[in-house]
Antibody
């Protein structure tokens, strides 16, 4: 059974870089039908798609975050990562790693989520 | 980008009752690419419906989705105790994909 698990610091200082990793278990990251994504939910706000990456290389980022976001993969470790530069308090959120079905277009498997607080 | 507005914000119902949740898009959703998710505190969100009306694997048939264009509905025919949660709609027909603000279904 496919499972996703986020890992990374729960506290990041303003202006620094937020770094998270998603470890995939129960299936290979190298699947043509699926992309791998990050979604976040700031406190009291709606879910927000951050970006997606495919194991063959292409990435797709939310336009308003594109200048600060980098996603990458480590195929040997079956994991993918998120880097968000120059964070502010507005980046405080629960961050989820998610599998995106490239055919049906939905997010079909989610991690439990990890809270990241941006504070001095 | 498409803005999704869900209503009502909170739905107070009793087990066994029918729940009707609405999701309205600011413009037509391409190919009716709309999904619904259930989210309980401390758990991962769960995909319920994709393509506006197709149930995801393992989802009970008391959950159904309908609608097209700008108006979509999630119906829970008879609420079970485990159905009390927050429900989100999401569109992926017009990039970037976006989510609604959620409807909380609570026990009356």
């Amino acid at each position: 059974q496919l499972q996703l698990q986020e890992s990374g610091p729960g506290l990041v200082k303003p202006s620094e870089t937020l770094s998270l990793t998603c470890i995939i278990s129960g299936d290979s990251i190298k699947t043509d039908s699926y992309w791998w994504a990050w979604i976040r939910q700031p406190p009291g706000k709606r879910l927000e798609w951050i970006g997606s990456i495919h194991y063959r290389g292409p990435t797709d980022y939310y336009p308003s975050l594109k200048s600060r976001v980098t996603m990458s993969m480590d195929l040997s470790k079956n994991q993918f990562s998120l880097k968000l530069q120059s964070v502010t308090a507005a980046d405080t959120a629960v961050y989820y790693c998610v599998r995106w079905d490239g055919y049906d277009g939905d997010f079909d498997i989610w991690g439990q989520g990890t809270m990241v607080i941006v504070s001095p | 980008e498409i803005v999704l507005t869900q209503s009502p914000g909170t739905l107070s119902l009793s087990p066994g009752e029918r729940a009707t949740l609405s999701c309205r898009a600011s413009q037509s959703v391409g190919s009716n690419f709309l999904a619904w998710y259930q989210h309980k505190p401390g758990q991962a969100p769960r995909l319920l419906i994709y393509g506006a009306a197709s149930r995801a694997t393992g989802i009970p048939d008391r959950f159904s989705g309908s609608g097209s264009g700008t108006d979509f509905t999630l119906t829970i025919s008879r609420l079970e105790p485990e159905d009390f949660a927050v429900y989100y709609c999401q569109q992926y027909g017009n990039p970037p994909q976006t989510f609604g603000q959620g409807t909380k279904v609570e026990i009356q």
